[in-house]
């Protein structure tokens, strides 16, 4: 799992755990793209020893699932005047068709037609790779791959597949992490006959909204994250690496049975949101921040814990709390139709009467994103989050979302809790306990 902070890696002070994974394609990882690991050496803690696999708690995401993701992405086309969408590559092909594509700067395109069955344009000489990975998809070994020579263009054949399929003229929704090179391309080879427009309507309209058992997956990696924390942190010992915490989370994430990382900073570097490449020590008085996830079935967690060994400072333990009332205060503003800028206002709104204003200049950033199988997705808790987007910014039951106001007092400390946040049908719900205190962090949440 790669998340923004995952450049921390290559530092002592940046904690990866459990790494293994599949590239492109389901092809194995290289060693250059692995995660960097720190092996236990010798026993184990006993907090980290005495976590449970939670494994046999999955229950996997089914290929009628995916189908069901893309009659609804059909009927969101139908709505939003959409004749088709490409996915060219990014975690929506995931999404839809259980495939990781990619052919770096050669096209690999899943097209979703809104009146017709899925189709995948890809380059000949990887048919026999695309044909087995789509086996197990929800298209199978009979899916329609059209494929396309060295020597030709894949844009022309996937604006010619279009017109086989009945859309010779229309619009043609572009995934928004296709590269700019083949949106372009596209549009050219589509000349006046197919106009490209933004598939986010769409796209994120389908993984915006989580089905329960979206929502189950999430709620386990939260569980399983904030597990793994609480391990970690009675685990911990002054005068420990950053070195020796990746080497605690590997070993705990390897007990209960995910792929997760965490990044760890230490005192001012806290100050940082996403921390600093600055090798850390841990030290007794100061604030630790821990931070990341991991994924169940592809949707990730995402948890802060703030806490300190020792004793914290009087400011110390002020800013935890001003930061905890502005958590709770967009956990109450957050329920279905609210625009999602207000929950972001609930929180400033705390941390700026208490002193730590104007805006952005100790709460440096927004309240929160949506959390699914990217670690930050649509929607975004704050103000003009919609970078020209249509979509419209209101939430809505069963989106998922981070809730993580922050302080952060430069050259001082940092103080951020994290926690994933469920819209209900009539308000929301954290998916993990609230951190109590900088000195009890984890309070009577459980590992079980």
Request: proline residues 6%.
């Amino acid at each position: 799992m790669l998340s923004r902070r995952s450049f921390l890696r290559f530092t002592s002070a940046g904690v990866v755990a459990a790494a293994a994974g599949k590239s492109l394609m389901g092809a194995s990882t290289s060693a250059q793209e692995r995660e960097p690991q720190e092996v236990m050496r010798g026993p184990l803690p006993p907090p980290i020893a005495a976590l449970p696999s939670m494994t046999s708690r999955v229950r996997p995401i089914t290929n009628d699932e995916r189908m069901a993701r893309v009659e609804k992405a059909k009927r969101l086309m139908t709505a939003n005047k959409i004749d088709a969408i490409a996915l060219c590559g990014g975690t929506s092909t995931l999404y839809f068709a259980n495939a990781q594509i990619g052919g770096g700067e050669r096209l690999w395109a899943v097209v979703i037609p809104a009146r017709a069955n899925p189709f995948v344009v890809c380059p000949a000489f990887e048919e026999g790779r695309a044909r087995e990975i789509l086996a197990n998809s929800p298209f199978g070994s009979a899916a329609d791959i059209r494929v396309w020579q060295e020597d030709e263009s894949p844009f022309a054949l996937l604006i010619k597949s279009l017109k086989d399929y009945g859309i010779g003229t229309g619009r043609l929704g572009i995934e928004e992490t296709v590269k700019y090179v083949f949106s372009n391309s596209l549009a050219n080879a589509g000349a006046h006959a197919i106009e490209t427009v933004s598939a986010t309507p769409v796209t994120a309209g389908c993984r915006m909204i989580k089905t329960d058992h979206e929502v189950e997956c999430i709620r386990l990696a939260a569980h399983a994250t904030l597990s793994v924390y609480e391990a970690v942190y009675k685990s911990l010992t002054v005068g420990m690496t950053g070195a020796d915490v990746q080497a605690l989370l590997h070993a705990a994430y390897a007990k209960v049975g995910f792929v997760g990382e965490a990044s760890m900073n230490i005192g001012e570097y806290t100050a940082l949101p996403h921390g600093s490449r600055t090798p850390q020590t841990i030290r007794e008085g100061t604030i630790i921040m821990l931070d990341d996830g991991c994924k169940v079935e592809g949707f990730t967690s995402d948890i802060t814990r703030t806490f300190v060994l020792g004793k914290p400072t009087d400011k110390m333990v002020r800013v935890f709390n001003i930061v905890h009332e502005a958590q709770q205060a967009a956990l109450k503003a957050a329920k279905p139709g609210v625009v999602t800028g207000a929950v972001d206002a609930a929180a400033r709104k705390v941390i700026v009467d208490a002193g730590y204003g104007p805006g952005f200049k100790y709460f440096t950033h927004r309240v929160g994103h949506g959390l699914g199988m990217d670690m930050h997705e649509w929607p975004y808790l704050v103000d003009n989050n919609m970078w020209g987007s249509p979509l419209h910014p209101v939430l809505q039951a069963n989106m998922t979302t981070s809730d993580e106001p922050g302080i952060y007092i430069p050259g001082e400390f940092g103080i951020r809790l994290e926690d994933d946040m469920h819209v209900t049908e009539d308000g929301a719900e954290l998916l993990t306990p609230p951190s109590p205190s900088l000195e009890d962090p984890f309070g009577s949440s459980t590992s079980s």
